[in-house]
């Protein structure tokens, strides 16, 4: 595997990193690699797996993350995600949240590596596209030094084709879900020592990453870089992505241009029923520090809400802000 292909990614994030999400982040970066929402193995298997999965082609390359601990389902699950196109199938090891933890999922399994490793093996088992696990340094009382090699180890003979880091532990018990993505130190350096002892599996890392050039300095040591709040909150970020990290050109040299690129989607996704908010409430952060950004934010508050808003509403807000500098092109 090219691990150069790993290079940038979006985290997933659930309730954020929806279709509309990664339709909009595609606008931004050709190159950077998407991931849904991590979705059950129950969902995916007795739910509405065109609502749950159904994704637009434009995504590509997008990974179906998937949660989960029962290596029969995962692999069916894998395997139904692999026929709905993915690119990737990913194994949730790192959210911490309650509801994550009584279904035996998500970084509890960090407790539990040659668990994880047999779920891998099914998986590998199950489908040609790569298979990867995201996961912590570690959980509550355990020692990232030996916690994080435990489960690398074993995912990585297991067949897993990339291990993607976040680079803080995970406090299941005393901390929330958010508290988790905050309060635990980072620490990056355990992640490279990872990549130091691992050399031929690709690393990537995770966990507060600012922005693009902090993006840089960490791929001089691992293979890639995952960004997440600061990729959804501020999505101009990413239109540095193909420029600096991939060196080509942007897709679009603006936010208003690749806004202006999202109009035959966002009208073909009206035509189906789906509301305006449902998609622009992901460009919240667009224009960040552009003088009209707090008008353009408003009016889509305002307006874009409405049952009937079409796609003038978001034609209207862009037209309250002024003109950015545009994105560099690489040379």
């Not at 009208?267 to 622009?280: F, K, M, P, Q, V």
Request: proline share 7%; glycine share 8%; with cysteine.
């Amino acid at each position: 595997m090219n691990s150069l292909d790993y290079r940038f990614s979006v985290a997933p994030m659930m309730d954020w990193t929806d279709r509309h999400c990664r339709a909009f982040h595609r606008q931004l970066s050709r190159r950077a690699r998407l991931y849904t929402e991590m979705v059950t193995t129950g969902a995916v298997i007795h739910g509405d797996r065109e609502r749950l999965l159904g994704f637009n082609a434009s995504e590509q390359p997008v990974a179906l993350q998937l949660g989960g601990s029962s290596p029969h389902d995962l692999a069916t699950s894998a395997r139904i995600g692999e026929d709905f196109g993915y690119a990737e199938i990913n194994l949730n090891v790192g959210c911490p949240s309650d509801r994550v933890q009584s279904g035996r999922f998500g970084a509890c399994l960090m407790a539990e590596p040659q668990l994880v490793a047999e779920c891998v093996v099914a998986m590998k088992s199950a489908v040609r596209v790569p298979v990867t696990v995201k996961c912590r340094i570690g959980i509550d009382d355990q020692d990232p030094e030996t916690a994080l090699d435990s489960l690398a180890s074993a995912v990585v003979e297991a067949g897993a084709d990339v291990l993607i880091v976040h680079a803080r532990k995970a406090w299941l018990n005393g901390l929330s879900p958010k508290e988790n993505r905050d309060i635990p130190p980072l620490e990056y350096d355990r992640v490279y020592r990872l990549k130091g002892a691992m050399p031929h599996i690709p690393i990537v890392i995770n966990g507060g990453i600012a922005d693009i050039p902090q993006a840089r300095q960490h791929l001089v040591h691992v293979d890639g870089v995952m960004l997440g709040r600061a990729a959804y909150q501020d999505p101009w970020r990413l239109l540095a992505v193909d420029p600096d990290i991939f060196n080509e050109p942007p897709p679009h040299a603006s936010m208003k241009h690749a806004l202006d690129a999202m109009t035959p989607y966002i009208e073909t996704e009206l035509s189906r029923g789906t509301r305006l908010h449902a998609i622009t409430r992901h460009f919240v952060g667009a224009f960040h520090g552009v003088p009209g950004a707090r008008a353009f934010r408003r009016h889509l508050a305002e307006h874009g809400t409405k049952p009937n808003a079409g796609i003038d509403v978001l034609h209207h807000a862009m037209a309250m802000v002024s003109n950015e500098a545009p994105v560099p092109v690489a040379a």
